[in-house]
């Protein structure tokens, strides 16, 4: 179902970063076209 | 959801087409994770930012939620996310997100 989607990222500094996200997304055939990490506060 | 950020995303579902983008969030609190799924979704609630008024209407998912989770390599999640899923409170944000999403998304996987 993520096969073929562009997928961003809007990571938390105190929960899952992006980076981590990232990885995950890069298994499942996505491309990732943007990975931030941000304060969601 | 920060400013700059609001402006990326409006950009990307410009370039690459509404349809093709999903956003996943990686928040540890539920309501912060629903306030950026209502933003990327139906518009900036706060007014603030260059999503006000424009709803995007995008497929926005938690990092943790089932439909995410299952399409990653079990090895790498286990390395990447399972640490932070056992303090955040997966079923409060899944049911956050997800009801804005139901609301508000235009698109789904």
Redesign the interface.
């Known amino acids: ?2 096969k ?9 500094r ?5 980076p ?2 990232e ?3 890069e ?2 055939g ?1 491309e990732v ?2 990975t ?6 | 959801m920060d400013l700059e950020n609001q402006q990326r995303i409006k950009d990307l579902a410009e370039k690459e087409g509404a349809e093709n983008l999903v956003v996943i969030l990686g928040g540890a609190e539920a309501e912060a994770s629903g306030l950026a799924c209502e933003t990327v979704t139906n518009g900036d609630p706060t007014f603030a930012g260059p999503l006000a008024g424009v709803p995007l209407g995008l497929a926005c998912y938690h990092v943790v939620e089932e439909e995410i989770k299952s399409e990653v390599e079990a090895e790498v999640y286990e390395d990447q996310i399972s640490m932070m899923e056992m303090v955040i409170d997966v079923d409060a944000i899944t049911e956050e997100v997800k009801t804005y999403r139901d609301k508000y998304s235009k698109y789904k996987l």
């Open positions: 179902m993520l073929g989607k562009k997928i961003a990222i809007l990571g938390d105190d929960g899952i970063p992006g981590a996200i990885e995950c997304i298994t499942t996505a076209v943007f931030t990490t941000e304060c969601f506060v």
